[in-house]
């Protein structure tokens, strides 16, 4: 039975990359296996468990921040070197804020895709780091790493269209324009990035002309005044842009139910994908 023992460890320490998966099975290795057999068997089974876990991830969700950066979500992790030979299981307790600090090499580009990778750094790491490139393959200059998704940084170099590869189905792409400042009379055009996608647009004002304050959820609308007293606004898209022309005035809305006048003087601008 001792040397049964001795075996098993042995095959358990100097696993073969090169066994095959061909199913991971409790019963091996089986107790009247020749101990010259169970460093296959455990190599077999070994690269079976290797097979599985080495797509895993649990959370580490990609989520929109600000125009400039974006959170990566609690959770596991499976990083693998190039060759897959080592795998690494690291977790975050707390989210992670990414900034353009954390691109892998070069800056900030405008109308870029962005690849979102967790990172190691040595084998001793039980945390991951966040990595940003505009390689779909690898980080540059990282050893260990999986990624968790990708997102676009559109002509006005503001973050977009967030997808993680985890959960692409139920992953909701977005567009935000962020932000700003609007007049009477002003025409202002946006570009984003969700194509013919289907999507809800939801605009947003503010008295301030950075969004700070109360914020009023608008619709598009044009009194039937004198055009030389009209306020409000129009919105129009395309598959690439989002047109909001004001009103001679401004935007004017009610601010509460004693319908006490507010005149808008920033916009944020948010579509929401309602289909992949």
């Known amino acids: 039975m001792k040397k049964l023992l001795l075996w098993l460890f ?7 990359q090169a066994e095959a998966a061909t199913g991971w099975l409790k019963t091996k290795p089986a107790s009247t296996d020749s101990p010259s057999t ?7 089974n070994n690269a079976a468990l290797d097979l599985m876990l080495s797509a895993y991830q649990q959370g580490c969700k990609i989520a929109y921040s600000s125009a400039a950066q974006i959170t990566v979500g609690a959770g596991g992790v499976m990083v693998s070197n190039s060759a897959g030979t080592i795998r690494l299981m690291l977790a975050n307790a707390a989210a992670t804020t990414v900034t353009w600090s954390d691109i892998d090499t070069g800056a900030e580009a405008a109308s870029t895709t962005y690849y979102v990778y967790a990172i190691g750094s040595a084998t001793t790491d039980t945390v991951f780091t966040v990595k940003i490139s505009t390689s779909s393959t690898a980080p540059t200059g990282v050893t ?3 990624r968790l998704g990708s997102f676009y940084n559109d002509a006005s170099s503001n973050i977009t269209l967030i997808t993680n590869d985890e959960n692409k ?12 400042t609007v007049a009477a009379s002003g ?23 950075d969004g700070s304050g109360t914020n009023y959820a608008l619709s598009p609308y044009y009194d039937l005044r004198p055009a030389s007293d009209k306020d409000g606004f129009g919105l129009a898209t ?23 006048a507010v005149n808008i003087r920033s916009i944020r601008i948010i579509l929401l994908a ?3």
Not at 238 to 259: E, F, K, P, Q, R
Request: net charge negative; charged share 15%; no cysteine.
């Open 144 to 146: 260990y790493y999986k």
């Open 10 to 16: 042995i095959g358990l320490f100097f696993v073969s």
């Open 238 to 260: 395309t598959s690439t842009t989002i047109t909001l022309n004001t009103g001679s005035v401004g935007i004017i809305v009610a601010s509460d139910t004693s319908m006490t």
């Open 274 to 276: 309602i289909d992949d």
């Open 38 to 44: 169970i460093p296959t068997t455990v190599g077999e």
């Open 187 to 209: 025409s202002y055009e946006k570009t984003h990035n969700l194509g013919t996608t289907k999507y809800i647009i939801q605009v947003f004002g503010a008295a301030s002309t």
């Open 169 to 180: 189905s139920n992953t909701n792409k977005t567009y935000d324009s962020d932000w700003f």
